[in-house]
Structures are given as C-alpha cells and as structure tokens.
C-alpha cells in the first residue's frame, strides 16, 4: 500500500512521541513525503482556534490523531480531571473541525483503560459498552471511548471517515521512564536498574502482582495504526494487541531477570492494582487488517533494557 501515502499531506499529532516516532519512520518507508508533526508550544490541541491555525497551515488529507495526556495509576489518580478534559477537547476540536475541511481520514487512537472492569478475557470489542470502566483510569478511558461515539455519529450524519483502534499497553525504547507519570513496564525497568546500580537488595512494586496485562511493543502498534489508515474503513473499532497476557508478579520478576537484578521483589499491596486482566481478542485485526504482532515480550523487554541502560538516568 505504499501509493496510498503518495502525495497526500499527513498530520501525526503525537509524532514526537512514543508511538509517533515509530509512525513517522514507517510513513517514511512507505513514501510519505508530506509529513506534520504539530508541536504542544506551537498548537495546543484541546483549543479550537490552535486546530484551525493547524488545519490552516497544514492542510491535511489525513490525520493521525495519537496525542493524549495519560499516565500510569498514580498519574490518573491525581489528574483525572485534567486527563478527561485534555483526552475529549483534543478529539472534538480536530474531528469537527476536520469534518468541516472535508478530510480524507481521520485514524483515532483509543484506548483499553475504555473497557469495562470485570470484562470478559479475551476482552472482544463488541464488550466495549458493557459495564463501566476500572475507576482509577475511568475520566481517560470514558473520555477516549466517547471519541468513538463521536466518530460513529459523524459517519451516519457526514459520511466522514474516521476509524477507532483500541491499542493494548504499549511498551518499547523511547517510553516516559518518569516513575510518578510512567506505565509498568518502564517503571519495573527503572527501578530494577536502580537498585542493581545502587547494590540495593530490593525493589518494591505497587499492587499484590496478582493482576494480569497484557503488552504490545511499539512498533508492532504503529504497524498495526498504518495498516488501519491503509485498508480499513468501517465504523467499528478494532483492537490492538498480542492476544497473550502476563501476570504482574510474572513481568516484575522477568525484568528483573533480563536486567540481572538478583535482589527480591516486595509488594505494596496499599497501592492499587487497576484492572483484574487486560487480554484482547485480536481475531478482526487479523481479519480486517491482515495484522499480527511479530516481536514476542521477552524479545521487546531485551530491546527496551538496552535502551533505557542507554539514555535513561536512575
């Protein structure tokens, strides 16, 4: 599908980030060539006059929409307020204002802290409306999900074509290594790493270790986000992930493996734990995306140690 990005202007909003570096590589190999990275200090996103100076500037055929405001457990606990209005304003103003442009396509990034709680494993996307979401992550998972209904609305009222994806957590080099704002990987990294360095004789994790998640790296979602933008244009949203979970108790302890740390592990069980499971049903990215994650977790891990020993201070 490479003649799919010729000569089209492409908006990554989020391309100096995570996911987005990864996308703008691949949109290079595919022969993107109009590629726009809008920057927070230049747009901020959640106000509508900046996404109309975007859309101005820009003149997009296709946006990317994958900035967000989101942390670990402790960063939804004390920013929910923020994180639903940032997560909401940031999708209305650019979906409406590009349906009123006539954009080609709008490919929106969900998120799986939008299913309900005690959903059923595998999580099937056809289960999205079926309870509330776990409450520590609630304000950015109902935010997210309400993008969804927007762009299903715009379809049946516009004919605008936006799609929704429902990555599972995301992993990889160049992740928010930051222990108050982090996920649990880079955070379990981090602190193993530490406490080699430091000689410590012990790491304490937040939660019992009982809970299960299940992890995607980075840059098998931004294939997965592309392929989306290339072949699929249907109202429903489409989970991303591996289909393949590990208990938390099980991850600490590989990384801690994989990072040579030999010290034990202890848990603070007065901390939350989030979501009982996260395991995704990935049967209709396979069939309607033809997609499949190649790079297994121990494999990502090794990749992501390597990196944070690199570049990340602790």
């Not at 069980?269 to 979501?275: L, R």
């Not at 209709?284 to 390597?306: H, P, Y």
Request: hydrophobic share 40%; with cysteine.
């Amino acid at each position: 599908m490479a003649t799919f990005w010729t000569g089209k202007k492409v908006v990554v909003t989020g391309g100096a980030g995570f996911v987005g570096s990864v996308i703008r590589g691949k949109l290079k190999e595919r022969g993107a060539t109009h590629v726009i990275v809008p920057r927070s200090k230049d747009y901020d996103l959640t106000d509508i006059a900046a996404v109309r100076k975007l859309y101005d500037a820009a003149a997009p055929d296709i946006v990317l929409h994958l900035a967000a405001e989101v942390g670990g457990i402790g960063a939804n606990m004390a920013n929910p307020g923020r994180y639903f209005f940032a997560n909401m304003a940031m999708g209305l103003n650019l979906i409406e204002e590009g349906r009123k442009r006539g954009l080609k396509k709008f490919v929106q990034t969900g998120t799986i802290c939008a299913y309900p709680k005690f959903t059923p494993v595998p999580f099937k996307e056809e289960d999205l409306w079926n309870g509330y979401p776990e409450e520590t992550n609630a304000p950015y998972g109902v935010a997210k999900k309400a993008l969804l209904v927007m762009l299903q609305s715009y379809r049946q009222q516009y004919d605008f074509n936006g799609i929704y994806l429902l990555p599972v957590n995301l992993y990889g080099p160049r992740d928010n290594f930051d222990l108050t704002t982090s996920h649990v990987i880079p955070a379990l990294i981090r602190k193993c790493l530490g406490a080699q360095r430091r000689g410590d004789d012990r790491v304490v994790c937040w939660g019992t270790g009982k809970v299960s998640r299940e992890f995607l790296y980075v840059d098998d979602c931004a294939e997965g986000l592309l392929r989306a933008a290339e072949f699929y244009n249907g109202p429903e949203p489409i989970n991303l992930g591996t289909g393949r979970e590990i208990s938390i108790k099980d991850l600490a302890e590989l990384v801690a493996r994989l990072v040579g740390f030999a010290g034990r592990i202890e848990w603070d069980a007065a901390k939350p734990d989030g979501q009982p499971r996260r395991c995704l049903s990935v049967d209709r990215a396979e069939t309607l995306l033809g997609f499949k994650a190649q790079i297994s977790l121990e494999q990502g891990l090794k990749e992501t140690i390597d990196w944070a020993r690199k570049n990340v201070e602790y």
